[in-house]
Antibody
Framework: QVQLQESGPGLVKPSETLSLTCTVSGGSIRSQFWTWIRQPPGRGLEWIGY???????KYSPSLKSRVTISIDTSKNQFSLRLTTVTTADTGVYYC????????????????WGRGTMVTVSS | DIQMTQSPSTLSASVGDRVTITCRAS??????LAWYQQKPGKAPKLLIY???SLESGVPSRFSGSASGTEFTLTISSLQPDDFATYYCQQYNVYSGTFGQGTKLDIK
């Protein structure tokens, strides 16, 4: 079965760039939508954006100027870059497949990674 | 930018109760709405997609419905495992706004 695993630094300094990678195992990254979602401590979920296997992306309007999501189909990985971070970017970052109930269409997130905690602090 | 207003923010109920959580979209999203359950320290779990379609493996006591821009998640008979936080998410026009969440706790 498809599994996702986030990886990357757990601590990032203010004004620097947060970079995370999600590795997809047990299935192909092709013909699917993949998404990043985050959750500040004690708060709700925030959608960051998605990428399709062909590189098509869409981002949250509130983060669009700082976010880049990319994909490497040869490694079965997709990645998140968030520039100029502040303490407000602290939280758990999840990668997920956005394909609930459909093969290759954009839908609810049906498979999630465990999440990785990223703290922005000097 | 589509906003999702979820209510209530907290809900106290007992095992066996029927509970309803509502999400209202700021504009039409057709039926492009998902519901999730999240327990502390865990990733969310997809319950419902396309407003009323039950994700595989999810108990049938969970159901979703839609009326215009108002969406409802119903749990017909609460079980001990259902006490958690619930979120709606719209995914119309390839976006993904979440509601603020509803924490369901034991009365």
């Amino acid at each position: 079965q498809v599994q996702l695993q986030e990886s990357g630094p757990g601590l990032v300094k203010p004004s620097e760039t947060l970079s995370l990678t999600c590795t997809v195992s047990g299935g192909s990254i092709r013909s699917q939508f993949w998404t990043w979602i985050r959750q500040p401590p004690g708060r709700g979920l925030e959608w960051i954006g998605y990428i399709y296997h062909d590189g098509t992306t869409k981002y949250s309007p509130s983060l669009k100027s700082r976010v880049t999501i990319s994909i490497d189909t040869s490694k079965n990985q997709f990645s998140l870059r968030l520039t100029t971070v502040t303490t407000a970017d602290t939280g758990v970052y999840y990668c997920a497949r956005a394909g609930g109930g459909c093969g290759g269409c954009y839908s609810g997130a049906d498979i999630w990674g465990r999440g990785t905690m990223v703290t922005v602090s000097s | 930018d589509i906003q999702m207003t979820q209510s209530p923010s907290t809900l106290s109920a007992s095992v066996g109760d029927r509970v309803t959580i509502t999400c209202r979209a700021s504009q039409s999203i057709s039926n492009w709405l998902a519901w999730y359950q999240q327990k502390p320290g865990k990733a969310p779990k997809l319950l419902i997609y396309k407003a009323s379609s039950l994700e595989s493996g999810v108990p049938s006591r969970f159901s979703g419905s839609a009326s215009g821009t108002e969406f409802t998640l119903t749990i017909s008979s609460l079980q001990p495992d259902d006490f958690a936080t619930y979120y709606c998410q719209q995914y119309n026009v390839y976006s993904g706004t979440f509601g603020q969440g509803t924490k369901l706790d034991i009365k």
